[in-house]
């Protein structure tokens, strides 16, 4: 079966540069969720979309932006890259029309600032 | 602030042996609870969901329990094997939003041949 397709799988990045990661949902799911991982950290909610459009924000930093595609595609765009943004950062996709809202997720791609 | 707290931080068993995780939160209002078996640098995968009305759910080696009184849950691991090796997540969402889960900060689980 398909599931959530995350890319770059790592990246690496300098101090004040910036990077986009890209998260493809399970075909038919309408819902993305971004999460950040730091290092020995539980994942801390992003941001999540619903049919495009943004439906649940939490502990994103204002140099962070996302979008979600017509294509049901999102995008994670940060700037000015900090050395605590090195994360491991996953998606999750659901579809709306499943009453547990279960939600599956991607296999995350590795941020490293340096 | 919501918290989910799991105990204990890391487990250490033979394989074949069984084991119980916990898991115990003050997410309010409570929607669901989840639990995840992640590997080292890969995305959580769902074991089992629960909703406050269910108790207890299986997932073939895995089952979970809920009370909904005590903000209490347990994963139970029967004849554990080498690839249950992993770190086990209690998730909760809460009423108000799925997508704002807030994850435990899991029990590392070792099976050692």
């Known amino acids: 079966a398909a599931g959530v397709i995350q890319s770059p799988r790592h990246l690496i990045k300098e101090k004040r540069e910036t990077a986009t990661l890209k998260c493809y949902p399970i075909?038919?799911?309408?819902?993305v969720y971004w999460y950040q991982q730091g290092p020995g950290q539980d994942p801390q909610f992003l941001i999540s979309?619903?049919?495009?459009?943004?439906?649940d924000k939490g502990s994103i930093p204002d140099r962070f932006s996302a979008q979600q595609f017509s294509d049901y595609h999102s995008e994670l765009n940060m700037s000015s890259l900090e050395l605590g943004d090195s994360a491991l950062y996953f998606c999750?996709?659901?579809?709306?029309?499943?009453?547990?809202?279960?939600?599956?997720f991607g296999p995350g791609t590795r941020l490293t600032v340096t | 602030k919501n918290q989910v707290e799991q105990s204990p931080q890391s487990l250490i068993i033979l394989e074949g042996k069984n084991c119980t995780l916990q898991?115990?939160?003050?997410?309010?209002?409570?929607?669901?609870l989840r639990w995840y078996k992640q590997d080292t640098g890969r995305g959580p995968v769902s074991l089992t969901i629960m909703t406050f009305s269910e108790n207890t759910k299986s997932n073939g080696r895995y089952t979970a329990t809920l009370d909904a009184d005590t903000k209490q849950s347990s994963l139970h691991i029967t004849a554990s094997q080498l690839s249950d090796s992993a770190s086990y997540i209690c998730?909760?969402?809460?009423?108000?939003?799925?997508?704002?889960?807030?994850f435990g900060q899991g029990t590392i689980l070792t099976v050692h041949p």
């Open positions: 979309f619903y049919e495009k459009m943004q439906s």
């Open positions: 998730v909760v969402s809460p009423g108000t939003s799925y997508g704002k889960l807030t």
């Open positions: 075909p038919r799911h309408d819902t």
């Open positions: 999750a996709s659901s579809a709306s029309g499943q009453g547990s809202y279960e939600q599956y």
């Open positions: 898991c115990n939160y003050t997410v309010s209002p409570f929607s669901n």
